[in-house]
């Protein structure tokens, strides 16, 4: 989301008459677009602003200004005294907000920027902001209080907006929301997401579609049908579970069990041929006992995702489980979160391992989006990164891939052919 963010804020700005500097030390005008998800994020970001601190002893007209969930929308004062060198703070999402303050611009703003600025070569994929905000109330988590309440765009400004970023010369969107698979409860006639695919899926050279991040409660029949009708949709689902105990489920207020999260990737895995599923989940939450974490371990064992994000439980403030932390019966150590944490990447490597080793031999269809290192990389449907080299320029192409080389985090292999580009 942030990284959407940004990059319509860089072409909102270009808009104005702006164009990237050289360094931070060049700019007349600076944006930090920050992450609250957990605290080392919001540290990198005080570490960048006193970097920063520096380059305005030394130019002091240089306007700065705090971006994203750090801010929120009320924030704004507790920063105000501990980051007297930013000039402005800003809640996330709002870019029209950030180009208000930019100092002497050439132009107005017409109308509302796409994500692509000209100086960007055609990018093969972006992102699209569907809804903002969450109306979850996650026991860990610190995003609806800094995102707020749930919006849904509109579908009609949604599909103009897809048209025009495809016809800038992408070939991949991605859908965006926090909670993306509630969409358009709040718009009239509330169109669902499914109804928003079906909408954009045949724009012209539109090539691969995807959407991200589900919560289970959301992620309906229809929609699970649909996805496997349409073509273009890609089968790769992000349901993050957070945790595979039924008391810790409820704990952290998700609103399901172990047995309805399992009941539904059994359907997913039924209606979508060959698709991928990953998730997240967070170990050490306040009162996760052992018996809890082996429960979690349990469950990969058993769904066998392809990818898992596992992240160490990270106290936020304002939310119900830092409340928790004081007492010192539930919360966890540092020591014990992150040896529980190791123990789970170890588990999914094993089995992300195993479940790409049966790529081996197959032919995927690669949708290459960078040159690095000597090797074209790009995307196969399930999402998983795929590398081979190759003389021709394949940015934006879909190559034929024979995998040759299988890894836990990555495939490697030989062109074969290319795939005819969608109509
Ligand atoms: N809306 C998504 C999650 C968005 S945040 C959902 O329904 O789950 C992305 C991930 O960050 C979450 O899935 C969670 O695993 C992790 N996360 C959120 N809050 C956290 C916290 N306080 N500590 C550690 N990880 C956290």
Redesign the pocket.
């Known amino acids: 989301m942030n990284i959407a963010d940004s990059e319509r804020l860089e072409s909102a700005l270009q808009g104005v008459g702006y164009a990237p500097a050289e360094s931070a030390a060049d700019a007349d005008f600076i944006v930090l677009n920050s992450c609250s998800?957990?605290a080392s994020a919001e540290e990198r970001i005080i570490g960048k602003i006193t970097d920063i601190q520096r380059i305005k002893q030394d130019r002091p007209d240089t306007k700065i200004v705090l971006w994203g969930c750090m801010v929120g929308p009320n924030n704004q004062s507790i920063f105000k005294a501990k980051l007297p060198m930013v000039d402005h703070f800003v809640s996330p999402s709002a870019v029209d907000e950030v180009v208000a303050l930019a100092p002497n611009p050439v132009y107005q703003l017409e109308e509302p920027a796409l994500p692509v600025a000209d100086w960007t070569h055609p990018p093969v994929n972006v992102f699209v902001p569907i809804n903002y905000g969450?109306n979850?109330a996650?026991a860990?988590?610190?995003?609806p209080l800094r995102r707020g309440k749930e919006r849904s765009r509109p579908l009609d400004e949604i599909g103009d907006e897809v048209r025009r970023i495809v016809a800038r010369g992408a070939k991949e969107i991605t859908l965006l929301g926090?909670?993306v698979d509630s969409y358009g409860h709040d718009l009239p006639g509330r169109p669902d997401l499914a109804d928003l695919l079906k909408h954009v899926h045949d724009t012209p050279g539109l090539v691969r579609l995807r959407f991200l991040?589900s919560?289970p409660a959301f992620m309906s029949d229809k929609l699970i049908e649909t996805i496997a009708q349409l073509p273009r949709c890609m089968p790769d689902i992000n349901l993050?579970v957070?945790a595979g105990d039924d008391r810790m489920l409820k704990l952290m207020k998700r609103g399901y069990t172990v047995a309805k999260y399992t009941r539904l990737i059994e359907r997913i895995r039924e209606v979508i041929p060959h698709v991928s599923l990953t998730t997240?989940?967070?170990v050490g939450h306040p009162g996760e006992t052992r018996e809890m974490f082996d429960n979690t371990v349990a469950m990969l064992e058993a769904l066998r995702f392809d990818k898992v994000?596992i992240?160490?439980?990270?106290?936020?403030p304002g939310?119900k489980?830092a409340a928790m932390e004081d007492d010192p019966a539930l919360a966890v150590e540092y020591g014990e979160k992150q040896y529980r944490r190791i123990q789970l990447e170890q588990v999914q490597e094993r089995i992300a391992t195993e479940r790409n080793a049966t790529f081996l031999g197959r032919t995927v269809d690669v949708l290459v989006d960078e040159y690095t290192k000597g090797k074209w990389r790009g995307r196969d449907p399930n999402n998983k990164l795929v590398f081979f080299e190759h003389p021709e320029d394949w940015i934006g192409r879909v190559a034929q891939v024979k995998i040759t080389e299988t890894r836990p985090w990555w495939l490697g292999g030989d062109v074969v052919g290319e795939a005819q580009a969608a109509s």
Do not use: K, L, N, W
């Not at 860990?140 to 995003?143: A, G, K, L, N, T």
């Open positions: 998800v957990r969450c979850m996650c860990y988590c610190v995003i926090q909670i991040t919560h993050p957070q997240d989940i967070i994000h992240a160490a439980y990270s106290s936020r939310t489980a």
